[in-house]
């Protein structure tokens, strides 16, 4: 677990750096900075559906997932889990501040193949590399999302240690389906689909509910699997 601790620990300092820097950034730049980021989660998100996938497995999995997702309102669910915090903090900076800020980091650390492989190597071997390299990448975005979202990033920490915890302690378990490398890289193809989706949403040209496609990532492995059954 110690590449978790330091993944959340990460996102924790960056948030609060960020948060340090917000009072002092111009409206003008805020929204540049925003851009920017969704910018850079469109090179992330463009990057890993690049590396390939069975675009059959993908297309099902997102359309599945996302019925699924809608049906069981899952943005919803965190928007109220949001909201509930907002409350909570009695936060004065209106509706979006800590709402918008914990979805958009929660799913931008948590979708990825560095989530899952880290958290694997992890779990499995006892290896952290590539967990200590994700965390150098969030402690830079905590930074950036949270001097634009507010304090709603720092939140998001709470999902990287509850998402990637819970792939660690059950890496024995998920052993034989996640080191199947044809999966993974169906996984990253559509968590990266879902990345470029954030990135539209954070550049204000959509406002897709990326949360109620999150699904799609657990019904991959299966349909890869249905898929493979079929005569070629």
Do not use: W
């Not at 990460?10 to 750096?17: E, L, P």
């Not at 297309?59 to 509930?84: A, C, H, K, P």
């Not at 990266?192 to 657990?218: C, E, F, H, W, Y």
């Amino acid at each position: 677990m110690l590449g978790v601790i330091v993944n959340v620990a990460a996102v924790i300092v960056g948030s609060a750096v960020g948060l340090l820097f917000k009072k002092g950034i111009p409206e003008k730049v805020s929204n540049a900075v925003m851009t920017a980021m969704g910018l850079c989660s469109l090179l992330v998100g463009i990057t890993g559906v690049v590396e390939g996938g069975n675009a059959l497995v993908i297309i099902i999995s997102m359309v599945l997932g996302t019925i699924v997702g809608t049906l069981l309102n899952i943005d919803g669910g965190v928007n109220r889990m949001g909201e509930f915090i907002e409350k909570r903090m009695k936060h004065s900076h209106g509706k979006g501040s800590v709402v918008e800020g914990f979805m958009t980091a929660s799913l931008l650390f948590c979708v990825g193949a560095m989530a899952i492989i880290g958290s694997l190597n992890s779990g499995l071997m006892g290896d952290h590399e590539v967990l200590y390299t994700k965390s150098i990448m969030d402690l830079i975005s905590a930074c950036m999302l949270a001097s634009t979202l507010g304090i709603g990033v720092i939140f998001s920490a709470a999902a990287v240690l509850v998402y990637q915890g819970a792939i660690v302690l059950l890496a024995g378990l998920l052993q034989n389906v996640l080191t199947n490398q044809e999966i993974i890289t169906n996984i990253t193809c559509a968590g990266s689909l879902m990345i470029i989706a954030i990135g539209l949403n954070l550049m204000g040209i959509t406002k897709i509910k990326v949360a109620d496609q999150l699904p799609a990532i657990l019904l991959v492995p299966f349909v890869f699997k249905l898929i493979s059954l079929l005569p070629v």
